[in-house]
């Protein structure tokens, strides 16, 4: 087995891993020392820790709050289940791709209890924490401004889902009490780091899976034959950060959607529906109709059902999954009215009226 | 519970209506009555699937199979081979 994905999550077991000593023994743990530096730096880079520990929850926390690094570390395991157990519960929890976790512990056992189960999983000899920092899989290869901040994301989405789990009453209604303001625009400079990562990152809500470079993006932003956007979500919480993005292009006859993806975290916010009344809306007025190209892989099953339930049918399809759709534009969906929407056009005005 | 209430029930309780008060009915279009957006689109198919025992092609997944839960119950009925 080769690993390669880039890391998103690391999985600390926390006895003689985390810290030196047991416990449950009598004698005192210690941090072990250049531990916190990792964990931080790699925090910065965006990735993710969290726990798989056989001990007592409340003093395995107690003894992380000590250290004063329990903050790091989300969705922890720590009980006396199976760690594989414990890692198929973070990865639900982050909904992220097994392939991009990795587990880190000193018992020979436990490595290999995991390894039988996700095959998928790097694992890792505690000795060796500290090489982490230049592991290539632990190097993204744009640090921006959404990676520092994804943990303060994923608590924010905790808190959120807490909420959420809490409120009695319908959907919208809860929907409603978030204050939710989605923002389209057209790609800057600023933007295409982030645009890159988005595009290689997304998996379930992506029309092609393609990545695309950094210089890919940055000349089809420039391009007057194409239109790159990039949507940010704010809502009561904090921000989302930017999760979505489109490429258009423009032809004569038509608007092309050559990609569009949206970040998983912000799936039950009907925003990717937002984002394809916009572009059905923009086509439209520009007397075009909209074409759409799309890949199926084996985790954009609910992508396809999106653009099919947006009435979009296939025109093209080559059997190996490439297809062509085209819709019609004889029904678009409003935008959803708990949601404030700021478009591309809104921002051009508002620019134009603080020059004036 | 027949089909039809069950698929009512479903629809009722995962869509996220534009009006707080709005009644289901058999014929309403259901992409006019709320927001059809990925997260119900693939609930409502998976309930489909697996709470009548069918698969829906992708051939099937045309808006007019499922804008109204009459129009869902004809696509049912045609796939279960139910003859009236």
């Not at chain 1, 478009?343 to 004036?356: A, Q």
Request: charged letters at 30%; proline letters at 2%.
């Amino acid at each position: 087995m080769t690993f390669s994905k880039e890391v998103k999550c690391i999985v600390w077991d926390l006895d003689n891993t985390i810290w030196e000593g047991v416990l449950t023994e009598p004698e005192d743990v210690k941090l072990k020392p250049g531990l916190i530096e990792v964990i931080k730096e790699l925090d910065r880079r965006g990735i993710l820790h969290s726990i798989a520990s056989k001990n007592n929850y409340e003093d395995a926390w107690e003894q992380l709050k000590t250290f004063g690094i329990s903050e790091y570390f989300l969705y922890p395991e720590i009980h006396w289940d199976t760690k594989s157990g414990s890692i198929s519960r973070i990865r639900e929890n982050l909904n992220i791709g097994i392939d991009t976790i990795v587990f880190i512990d000193d018992q020979p056992f436990e490595r290999d209890e995991v390894s039988s189960v996700h095959t998928e999983v790097e694992t890792f000899d505690a000795v060796d924490f500290k090489s982490l920092i230049e592991n290539p899989r632990f190097l993204p290869r744009f640090i921006t401004e959404d990676s520092g901040r994804r943990r303060l994301m994923y608590q924010e989405e905790m808190v959120r889902k807490k909420d959420e789990e809490g409120y009695k009453g319908p959907q919208e209604g809860f929907l409603a009490t978030l204050n939710m303001e989605f923002a389209i625009s057209e790609a800057k400079e600023e933007d295409l780091q982030r645009a890159v990562e988005l595009t290689e990152r997304t998996n379930q809500l992506n029309a092609t899976g393609r990545t695309y470079s950094y210089e890919e993006l940055q000349s089809y932003m420039t391009s007057d034959g194409h239109k790159l956007y990039i949507c940010e979500l704010t809502d009561k919480y904090g921000s989302y950060g930017k999760i979505g993005l489109a490429l258009v292009e423009i032809t004569e006859g038509h608007w092309h959607l050559k990609m569009m993806l949206m970040s998983c975290r912000v799936l039950s916010r009907s925003v990717g529906t937002v984002l394809m009344t916009y572009i059905m809306n923009q086509a439209k007025s520009e007397g075009k109709k909209l074409r759409a190209d799309f890949k199926q892989t084996d985790r954009n099953k609910m992508m396809y059902v999106t653009y099919r339930f947006s009435n979009f049918s296939e025109l093209e399809n080559d059997g190996q999954g490439n297809i062509v759709f085209e819709n019609d534009l004889t029904q678009i969906q409003p935008f959803p009215h708990y949601i404030k929407v700021e478009l591309p056009e809104d921002i051009i005005e508002n620019s134009t009226l603080m020059v004036k | 519970m027949n089909q039809k209430e069950q698929v009512r029930q479903f629809i009722e309780s995962n869509l996220i209506v534009f009006e707080d008060e709005a009644d289901l009915k058999d014929d309403d279009n259901i992409f006019q009555l709320g927001y059809v957006n990925s997260l119900f689109a693939m609930k409502l198919l998976n309930y489909i699937e697996s709470e009548f025992n069918v698969k829906i092609e992708t051939d099937e997944m045309d808006i007019k199979n499922f804008s109204s839960v009459n129009n869902i119950i004809a696509l049912l009925d045609r796939k279960l081979g139910v003859t009236e």
